[in-house]
């Protein structure tokens, strides 16, 4: 890695003529390039535009805006330029603007397409240095809809996740076995991915336990995909996009999964209903199901789902996860400082809902303590 940064700052002011824009246009035809594109709504945005203005900043500032600052370096729109970035290798630089359903301003999307021998190196260098995407003890999150919306989140582990205990060591322990098992599915032509269906009664706790999981694999980038029928197809080409860019494990969530579609018993005039599941299995095990990725689904009603959604190799671990009986509420309120007394004292009913538990701790809480 040191070896590129002094390549890429050794090459990155000499000098490109135009005459390699018509080299490249019959490169990209050849598919022989490494992209990174990101749109303006992603939080790497920034980081890639401060990467780009410190690799070259002469030809970042012919192409930026009249108004960006250094503390929000933004490129023109529509433009394109080339720098060196190696002995052999080249950066060709672009903006592009897409209509949306945002009346106030079109997206905007940054595209890097590295050329040359190395460039698959220097792409590593780029996507784990300068768009490094982590915080310390926070988790990000991309929920893709209608528009892009990223955010961070705080991470939870399993220690912090009040569970069956039997559940929780099957989940715990299959995760690591295929965390130590890459090489096994790749000696085998098998895609290196994991399906996990978590489902249950609202209020369990599903999304804390997808942030343990996210926990145990450094953090993992989450992308949650909105449930709307029509749009299934701009979520593949989105996650896609997401996992070129983003290195190591990503987890693709499914979030009420049943609102995709209910299953083929159920549902009798069931052509939008076959489409989105067809879509939705090329995303979990299909040609568009990627390497390094995690695929979690969650449902209130597991009984909605088609047979074929939620059979082995789609979802290779499925987890119920149930309301809280006494004893797992005292090891909840343990959690919070408080004893089997201030149980009593809350007066409920078994079995209990975690979050409807969590309120009334939190009730409690104010109603007592100084």
Not at 12 to 36: C, H, P, Q, W, Y
Not at 52 to 81: A, C, G, T, V, W
Not at 163 to 190: A, Q, R, T
Not at 230 to 241: A, F, K, P, R, T
Request: positive net charge.
């Amino acid at each position: 890695m040191k070896k590129i940064l002094r390549m890429l700052k050794q090459k990155a002011n000499e000098s490109v003529t135009d005459l390699l824009f018509g080299e490249m246009s019959e490169v990209i035809k050849r598919g022989l390039f490494s992209k990174i594109e990101l749109k303006d709504n992603d939080v790497l945005y920034r980081s890639l535009n401060e990467f780009l203005y410190k690799l070259n900043p002469k030809k970042f500032e012919e192409n930026m805006r009249p108004n960006s600052q250094h503390k929000d370096l933004k490129l023109l729109p529509n433009i394109s330029y080339i720098v060196k970035c190696g002995q052999n290798e080249y950066m060709r630089i672009s903006t592009s603007e897409v209509e949306t359903t945002e009346r106030i301003r079109k997206k905007e999307i940054l595209s890097v397409l590295i050329f040359g021998p190395q460039r698959k190196q220097i792409y590593k260098f780029i996507t784990k240095n300068a768009l490094n995407p982590k915080r310390k003890n926070m988790i990000r999150t991309t929920y893709i809809s209608e528009r892009l919306l990223t955010s961070y989140t705080p991470q939870r582990d399993f220690d912090s996740i009040i569970m069956d205990d039997e559940i929780k060591k099957y989940l715990i322990s299959n995760l690591n076995k295929w965390k130590n098992d890459e090489k096994w599915f790749k000696d085998h032509h098998l895609v290196y991915k994991k399906g996990i269906l978590l489902h249950g009664q609202p209020g369990t706790g599903k999304s804390s336990i997808i942030k343990a999981i996210s926990n145990m694999f450094d953090n993992a980038y989450i992308i949650s995909i909105a449930p709307h029928k029509g749009s299934l197809v701009n979520h593949i080409d989105n996650i896609l996009i997401y996992r070129q860019s983003i290195p190591g494990i990503l987890i693709v969530l499914i979030e009420d999964v049943d609102m995709f579609f209910t299953s083929r018993e159920k549902n009798k005039n069931g052509d939008d209903n076959d489409i989105a599941q067809n879509e939705l299995f090329q995303i979990i095990d299909g040609i568009h199901s990627t390497d390094n990725t995690i695929y979690i689904a969650t449902t209130n009603h597991i009984d909605y789902l088609d047979s074929a959604l939620i059979r082995p190799g789609r979802f290779d671990i499925k987890v119920e996860i149930d309301y809280f009986d006494e004893e797992m509420a005292l090891k909840l309120l343990k959690m919070f400082g408080y004893n089997r007394d201030d149980l009593t004292k809350m007066n409920v009913t078994y079995p209990i809902q975690p979050a409807l538990l969590q309120s009334k701790i939190m009730e409690y809480r104010a109603a007592n303590d100084d």
